[in-house]
């Protein structure tokens, strides 16, 4: 049952997804096998209105956002345009509770880009890292960071505000994966002012796979060549003059060849459904509901993995499961009742948006009872 679906962080759901889902294909099918040359036209002017919702979503000016698969193709296309040099004998800065996709990303292109990865650990028995500790580590040496706004693990949110000053002051470029928050949690990437930003569709926004996209800040979006290049790359896509490449000035510098849109046009009604909601009563909901699954976690003695305070929590209540209850026991337990939750070792992770009910937290609380107890 959609009442009792605490699956935010993974993949969102809104009233009607199904429906709206299945029209988008459906027209795409219709232009796609019409007999004309209008498919073109009609793909990649959809494929913009995906862009243009997240620029909205981002604050982000126009020609500042492009689409990739995934957050880690993303981030990889900005590490490899930067200038030739720029990082080599220099630090990447990255915490341990980072997405592990970016960690793995990071450790493989260290040797290639001449950069060394430092990682801020954990504290011994914690469940994220401290922002003091990720401020202590960061020094002049470092060249870039990524900070990850609100950790999947734990729903640690980072206050963004003391990082990119630090960014500053140390004249390293900073970027943040804002995948966790993003949709829930109001992001502009110019209060603080980031270097660049990653996220997808699939979570808060209620997406599909596949719709990543990548901000640049248009101060560093001319200083960047990507080694992937194409057709897409230039100001006039149309450029046939093979000894005459030349860079788009914005962000379609990122693009390569033939842009692949099925995931954003796939995404596109679930960021129209988006763009009509009342922001501040979706958040208002989530935090409705959170502060119930806190007392409950309370009441049962489970430990709570997520910070308690809201300010620096994103959109999921995160807890501790006892080792005498193995967590896929509990999901599997809670799904036969129709909960849908998941977890990462012990923890088990919530996350309550516009679908989630309060009698969907009440089933929640009265399954789970006899089996802590």
Not at 80 to 98: E, F, K, N, S, Y
Request: with cysteine.
């Amino acid at each position: 049952m959609s009442e009792a679906y605490f699956l935010y962080h993974s993949i969102g759901q809104y009233p009607g997804k199904a429906r709206d889902l299945a029209g988008a294909m459906a027209e795409f099918s219709v232009v796609w096998s019409a007999g004309d040359d209008g498919q073109w036209a009609d793909v990649l002017g959809l494929r913009q209105r995906f862009i243009d919702r997240w620029r909205g979503i981002l604050n982000a000016a126009p020609g500042t956002v492009t689409t990739f698969e995934n957050v880690t193709a993303g981030f990889h296309a900005l590490l490899a345009a930067l200038p030739a040099g720029h990082l080599r004998g220099r630090t990447v800065l990255v915490g341990a509770d980072c997405f592990p996709s970016n960690h793995f990303l990071l450790n493989g292109m260290a040797g290639a880009l001449g950069f060394t990865l430092k990682t801020v650990p954990l504290r011994q028995g914690a469940a994220y890292v401290e922002d003091e500790d990720f401020l202590d580590a960061w020094t002049p040496d470092v060249g870039l960071a990524l900070l990850t706004w609100v950790s999947s693990t734990s729903s640690h949110r980072i206050a963004l505000g003391p990082m990119v000053a630090r960014a500053r002051a140390m004249g390293s470029l900073v970027g943040v994966d804002v995948t966790q928050a993003v949709g829930l949690i109001p992001f502009d990437v110019h209060a603080p002012e980031v270097d660049f930003a990653v996220t997808t569709s699939l979570k808060w926004m209620c997406g599909t796979p596949g719709a990543g996209v990548l901000y640049v800040s248009p101060r560093l979006i001319p200083h960047c060549e990507p080694g992937l290049r194409g057709w897409f790359s230039q100001p006039n896509p149309f450029n046939w003059d093979i000894t005459k490449f030349a860079y788009a000035p914005d962000i379609r510098r990122f693009d390569n060849g033939t842009p692949s849109v099925m995931a954003a046009l796939a995404s596109l009604p679930a960021l129209d459904w988006h763009a009509a909601q009342d922001k501040a009563a979706l958040l208002a909901h989530n935090r409705a509901l959170s502060v119930q699954l806190i007392a409950a976690a309370d009441a049962l003695n489970l430990p709570l993995v997520s910070p308690r305070d809201p300010a620096q929590r994103g959109g999921s209540v995160m807890l501790r499961l006892p080792d005498r209850l193995p967590a896929n026991g509990v999901i599997n337990a809670l799904r036969a009742q129709g909960i849908t939750t998941d977890a990462r070792g012990q923890t088990l992770r919530l996350s309550p948006g516009v679908m989630t009910t309060e009698a969907g937290v009440a089933r929640l609380i009265a399954a789970m009872t006899p089996m802590v107890r």
